[in-house]
């Protein structure tokens, strides 16, 4: 059986057209990674507003008018009396962004319901916020922005949650400009922690909430609270969420494993229809070896090749993001489980998505592999089984969007298991453990139509 496996691939490499696609996929799979870099793609970006937007955006909301569009208004034109840009996403937009509707909206849209100690206050307090914005002063900001969440009328665990990012940055002199992966934590945590507090009060009210949800709500809370005891500053969740640019990128071209199915198909559609279409399996079958032992050495000839790229992919991935994202390896995996957060290997995980996807790889060689088997031209064995990938998926993704729940039990409703892993697959309640049975079925039936066509085959 090895020589026969040993054989096959002496006659995939003594063809031009397997160094052309195997050159491709590693050009592929290093300009991925350039591109990725030099385009900044996973760069933070932000967008600066000057004078001209600024105007622009007030002409747009005086012309149309929408609800509340007068505070809106006034926002933009305190941002033009104040300064030549501003950052979409800074500290001072997001700042106004919370003040004017909290501070204004009531002077403006309640003026008749409010006394003239009230509206004082309000204006008094206004004017307080927005000078400490104008300022650039975040401290005074938020020591202000403290004392607005905790007179409000919200209950004591949202206050809590709104209040945490601004009294951890104040207790530990942290500033938004500092860039500390600290501030980007405790926000994080601050959001975790008002998710969960806004489900809480909606229970309490009577609102009926799904226990998934409260518990994804908690267990986001728990990863919050323990990336921040243990000083984690970046790390990946189990869904595969990262703000390591290394490890975005690494996971990010796993897709690309997709053009290796398509290089496999093409190779596996060769394989046998070629040996009829140029007569050489006279000679194979001319030595005293069984026509199952030649068909299954075809396949695990092919199988090989294809566990060598994915790997390679992997290797090249690995190395080549190193070189150009140096930090972020050594991010961990951190997962929640009854409430207790473990720590894994992020390696572990990126592996475990290739060989996700190296298992639709199979399943697609397989079926070029049986329509290989069935026809005398490669081409057009090739032609059905690139048409199948690219087709397939597209139909099945219809089917899903109409509603045709028989179509989960379709190949092509199953192949991206990445995401079925993650619960985003096509149809409700399809599984990874579903999926790739769904998928084993069809590569047994496609591999014994393989081996019943080439055996009783004539010659």
Same mark, same amino acid.
């Given at each position: 059986?090895?020589?026969?496996?040993?054989?096959?691939?002496?006659?995939?490499?003594?063809?031009?057209?397997?160094?052309?696609?195997?050159?491709?996929?590693?050009?592929?799979?290093?300009?991925?990674?350039? *591109?990725?870099?030099?385009?900044?793609?996973?760069?933070?970006?932000?967008?600066?507003?000057?004078?001209?937007?600024?105007?622009?955006?007030?002409?747009?909301?005086?012309?149309?008018?929408?609800?509340?569009?007068?505070?809106?208004?006034?926002?933009?034109?305190?941002?033009?009396?104040?300064?030549?840009?501003?950052?979409?996403?800074?500290?001072?937009?997001?700042?106004?962004?919370?003040?004017?509707?909290?501070?204004?909206?009531?002077?403006?849209?309640?003026?008749?319901?409010?006394?003239?100690?009230?509206?004082?206050?309000?204006?008094?307090?206004?004017?307080? *916020?927005?000078?400490?914005?104008?300022?650039?002063?975040?401290?005074?900001?938020?020591?202000?922005? !403290?004392?607005?969440?905790?007179?409000?009328?919200?209950?004591?665990?949202?206050?809590?949650?709104?209040?945490?990012?601004?009294?951890?940055?104040?207790?530990?002199?942290?500033?938004?400009?500092? /860039?500390?992966?600290?501030?980007?934590?405790?926000?994080?945590?601050?959001?975790?922690?008002?998710?969960?507090?806004?489900?809480?009060?909606?229970?309490?009210?009577?609102?009926?909430?799904?226990?998934?949800?409260?518990?994804?709500?908690?267990?986001?809370?728990?990863?919050?609270?323990?990336?921040?005891?243990?000083?984690?500053?970046?790390?990946?969740?189990?869904?595969?969420?990262?703000?390591?640019?290394?490890?975005?990128?690494?996971?990010?071209?796993?897709?690309?494993?997709?053009?290796?199915?398509?290089?496999?198909?093409?190779?596996?559609?060769?394989?046998?229809?070629?040996?009829?279409?140029?007569?050489?399996?006279?000679?194979?079958?001319?030595?005293?070896?069984?026509?199952?032992?030649?068909?299954?050495?075809?396949?695990?000839?092919?199988?090989?090749?294809?566990?060598?790229?994915? !790997?390679?992919?992997?290797?090249?991935?690995?190395?080549?993001?190193?070189?150009?994202?140096?930090?972020?390896?050594?991010?961990?995996? !951190?997962?929640?489980?009854?409430?207790?957060?473990?720590?894994?290997?992020?390696?572990?995980?990126?592996?475990?998505?290739?060989?996700?996807?190296?298992?639709?790889?199979?399943?697609?060689?397989?079926?070029?592999?049986?329509?290989?088997?069935?026809?005398?031209?490669?081409?057009?064995?090739?032609?059905?089984?690139?048409?199948?990938?690219?087709?397939?998926?597209?139909?099945?993704?219809?089917?899903?969007?109409?509603?045709? /729940?028989?179509?989960?039990?379709?190949?092509?409703?199953?192949?991206?298991?990445?995401?079925?892993?993650?619960?985003?697959?096509?149809?409700?309640?399809?599984?990874?453990?579903?999926?790739?049975?769904?998928?084993?079925?069809?590569?047994?039936?496609?591999?014994?139509?393989?081996?019943?066509?080439?055996?009783?085959?004539?010659?």
């Amino acid at each position: 059986m090895l020589k026969l496996i040993q054989n096959e691939w002496i006659k995939i490499f003594s063809k031009i057209s397997t160094y052309v696609l195997l050159a491709l996929t590693l050009a592929m799979t290093v300009g991925f990674s350039l *591109l990725a870099h030099f385009v900044g793609a996973y760069e933070p970006y932000t967008y600066t507003y000057d004078k001209y937007d600024l105007n622009n955006e007030i002409a747009y909301l005086e012309s149309s008018k929408p609800e509340g569009y007068e505070v809106q208004v006034m926002m933009y034109q305190f941002m033009l009396d104040n300064g030549d840009s501003w950052e979409m996403g800074g500290w001072e937009v997001q700042a106004l962004n919370d003040i004017f509707p909290a501070l204004q909206n009531p002077l403006v849209y309640q003026a008749d319901t409010l006394s003239p100690e009230e509206k004082s206050s309000l204006e008094e307090r206004f004017t307080s *916020l927005t000078k400490a914005v104008s300022d650039h002063d975040f401290k005074s900001f938020a020591s202000l922005w !403290l004392e607005e969440i905790a007179s409000g009328t919200d209950s004591d665990r949202v206050k809590e949650a709104k209040s945490f990012p601004y009294q951890f940055m104040l207790d530990n002199n942290l500033e938004p400009s500092s /860039d500390s992966w600290k501030i980007d934590a405790a926000q994080e945590l601050g959001n975790a922690m008002l998710t969960l507090s806004s489900l809480e009060d909606q229970q309490d009210q009577g609102i009926y909430i799904p226990e998934a949800s409260l518990q994804d709500a908690q267990d986001q809370l728990t990863l919050s609270q323990y990336r921040l005891e243990h000083e984690i500053a970046n790390y990946m969740d189990e869904q595969g969420r990262t703000g390591s640019f290394y490890w975005s990128i690494f996971l990010d071209a796993a897709s690309l494993l997709t053009f290796i199915s398509v290089v496999m198909i093409v190779i596996a559609g060769g394989s046998v229809a070629n040996e009829f279409s140029t007569g050489t399996i006279k000679f194979l079958l001319i030595n005293p070896v069984k026509r199952s032992k030649i068909i299954i050495s075809k396949f695990l000839a092919l199988l090989l090749l294809g566990a060598a790229m994915i !790997l390679g992919m992997f290797v090249v991935n690995g190395l080549f993001n190193l070189i150009l994202f140096r930090d972020g390896f050594g991010v961990p995996l !951190l997962t929640v489980s009854e409430g207790v957060v473990h720590e894994g290997s992020a390696l572990l995980y990126t592996l475990t998505q290739y060989a996700l996807n190296g298992i639709t790889m199979i399943a697609m060689t397989a079926l070029a592999f049986m329509i290989s088997s069935l026809m005398r031209s490669s081409a057009v064995a090739i032609g059905i089984g690139v048409a199948s990938l690219l087709g397939g998926t597209m139909i099945s993704s219809m089917l899903a969007q109409y509603g045709f /729940d028989w179509g989960r039990y379709l190949i092509f409703s199953n192949l991206n298991l990445g995401s079925i892993a993650n619960n985003y697959g096509m149809y409700p309640h399809q599984t990874l453990g579903f999926a790739v049975g769904v998928l084993a079925v069809y590569m047994i039936l496609f591999l014994f139509i393989a081996y019943d066509g080439f055996t009783r085959r004539e010659v």
